[in-house]
């Protein structure tokens, strides 16, 4: 589970950036960032907004097994 001050770094990363905020949490081959990527290619807000949905809202731990899950991943 992140903490709190992940959560806000990597809001404020989604508002920034949008796909790099959902990159950092989903990874970078995931369906989540190809959507990001697209829709802030398409327009800077709708992708802030799918961002914030995909940090927030968007449980990572149920989609990631041994196999999917990101380099920087701990499991500590």
Known sequence: ?????????????????????????HGCCSVEFCICLLLTILGYIPGIIYALYAIVFVDRDEYFDEYRRPLYYSSA
Do not use: F, H, Q
């Open 1 to 25: 589970m992140p903490s709190k001050c992940e959560i806000c770094c990597e809001l404020l990363i989604a508002i920034l950036l949008p796909p790099l905020g959902v990159c950092l949490r």
